[in-house]
């Protein structure tokens, strides 16, 4: 449904995770709503990382499945750049924070993008 939904499958997703309780119900709608296709949707899902919907612990998830879509691969790295003070403030006093420029790694493997990858080490 999400890969190739809209805007209203987008919504009706987001609607069940800010409601939702259950933290492994979040963390599967947190899967759908970081699969589509549509740039839009993609970066409205990216959005939500550093909104008061995603939990800061849960923050990793949303990156990680969105760096497993191929579509947002390329948004979802500019989105960690842009955000990076931002990951920093919030979680670089975690032990996973270290972990996200791997998390980059692991998608998107081109030499050049490993140069650019390479000062977030």
Same mark, same amino acid.
């Not at 960690?80 to 998390?103: A, C, H, I, Q």
């Given at each position: 449904?999400?890969?190739?939904?809209?805007?209203?499958?987008?919504?009706?997703?987001?609607?069940?995770?800010? #409601? &939702? !309780?259950?933290?492994?119900?979040?963390? $599967?709608?947190?899967?759908?709503?970081? %699969? =589509?296709?549509?740039?839009?949707?993609?970066?409205?899902?990216?959005?939500?990382? #550093? &909104? !008061?919907?995603?939990?800061?612990?849960? $923050?990793?998830?949303?990156?990680?499945? %969105? =760096?497993?879509?191929?579509?947002?691969?390329?948004?979802?790295?500019?989105?960690?750049?842009?955000?990076?003070?931002?990951?920093?403030?919030?979680?670089?006093?975690?032990?996973?924070?270290?972990?996200?420029?791997?998390?980059?790694?692991?998608?998107?493997?081109?030499?050049?993008?490993?140069?650019?990858?390479?000062?977030?080490?």
């Amino acid at each position: 449904m999400a890969r190739l939904g809209g805007q209203k499958e987008f919504n009706k997703l987001l609607k069940l995770h800010n #409601t &939702s !309780k259950n933290s492994e119900e979040r963390l $599967a709608l947190c899967a759908a709503l970081t %699969s =589509f296709k549509k740039l839009p949707l993609i970066d409205q899902a990216l959005s939500q990382i #550093t &909104s !008061k919907s995603v939990r800061l612990q849960d $923050a990793s998830y949303w990156l990680i499945y %969105s =760096f497993m879509n191929q579509f947002a691969r390329d948004r979802t790295w500019q989105w960690l750049v842009d955000n990076w003070t931002w990951l920093e403030k919030n979680l670089g006093n975690d032990m996973s924070f270290s972990r996200f420029p791997v998390y980059a790694a692991r998608f998107i493997v081109t030499l050049v993008f490993w140069l650019v990858i390479k000062p977030f080490q």
